[in-house]
Nanobody
Framework: QVQLVQSGGGLVQAGGSLRLSCLAS????????LGWFRQAPGKEREFVAS????????YYADAVMGRFTITKDNAKNTTYLQMNSLKPEDTAVYYC??????????????????WGQGTQVTVSS
């Protein structure tokens, strides 16, 4: 059984930084993509970033490109989302995700197989 357990998040002022972590277990199959989505109040859930299981390839939404970095520590089975230069519009509940496959450019929520519990990120102006 796949489980994604998130940690991190919280309240930060605009321009600040936060790091989210996602501990994965049960990912016994090869070739999977890990990622992050977010959902702001009153908005649809949207793609943020993805990384291939080996950590060799990453992909970002335009809105976070150059500010957010997704990485993976295979020894710890943990994926990170380092968020710098945060803006009030980054305020949302962030979800860690996992799905089978190769294509890190798939951004639709419909393809996500597993979700973390979500963690609130609030950026004050």
């Amino acid at each position: 059984q796949v489980q994604l357990v998130q940690s991190g998040g919280g309240l930060v002022q605009a321009g600040g930084s936060l790091r989210l972590s996602c501990l994965a277990s049960g990912l016994t199959f090869s070739n999977y993509v890990l990622g992050w989505f977010r959902q702001a109040p009153g908005k649809e859930r949207e793609f943020v970033a993805s990384i291939w299981w080996s950590g060799s390839s990453t992909y970002y939404a335009d809105a976070v490109m150059g500010r957010f970095t997704i990485t993976k520590d295979n020894a710890k089975n943990t994926t990170y989302l380092q968020m710098n230069s945060l803006k009030p519009e980054d305020t949302a509940v962030y979800y860690c995700t996992a799905r089978r496959g190769y294509n890190i450019r798939i951004t639709s929520v419909d393809y996500v197989s597993y979700w973390g519990q979500g963690t609130q990120v609030t950026v004050s102006s």
